[in-house]
């Protein structure tokens, strides 16, 4: 998985080619799809350090899929569940049921965080999760 930097151009008002002043990242996914987005830096070590980033949070999340290996619910981010949410109702999924499989999972860290399967490291992530759950 190679990425690579980007200041792209744009046309001003006046008609003239002006390069952006912010880097833009350049990776391809797991799927092989070309994935743009903004590094919200003009610094280009910055730039470097945030690409390198996501490719690592891009190989890993390919690595688990590409294994089949289920993603532990500890490895659950509020962003997940945001998307979740989206993906549902976007595929005419009723709220009220996408709302009640929210609940159940929010039940879950619950119950485990009560009967202390999850470790004092993992609660601010899974308390995090819980947020995204009950704000959502």
């Known amino acids: 998985m190679i990425g690579s930097l980007d200041r792209p151009t744009y046309r001003a008002k006046d008609g003239t080619l002006k ?3 912010v880097i833009w990242l350049k ?3 797991a799927l092989g799809v070309l994935r743009r987005e903004s590094s919200e ?3 280009e070590q910055e730039a470097k350090r945030i ?3 996501t490719r690592g949070r891009r190989r890993r999340g390919a690595r688990d899929r590409a294994e089949g290996r289920p993603r532990r619910a500890i490895q659950l981010t509020s962003a997940d569940v945001t998307k979740y ?3 549902r109702l976007e595929a005419t999924a009723v709220p009220a049921i996408v709302n009640r499989e929210l609940a159940a999972l929010k ?3 619950s119950l485990a965080v009560k009967g202390e399967r999850l470790k004092k490291r993992d609660l601010h992530r899974a308390r995090s999760v ?3 759950l009950r704000c959502g």
């Open 19 to 21: 390069e952006s002043a």
């Open 27 to 29: 990776c391809r996914d």
């Open 41 to 43: 830096t003009e610094k």
């Open 51 to 53: 690409l390198k980033q």
């Open 85 to 87: 949410r989206v993906q």
């Open 107 to 109: 039940r879950m860290f």
């Open 130 to 132: 819980a947020c995204a």
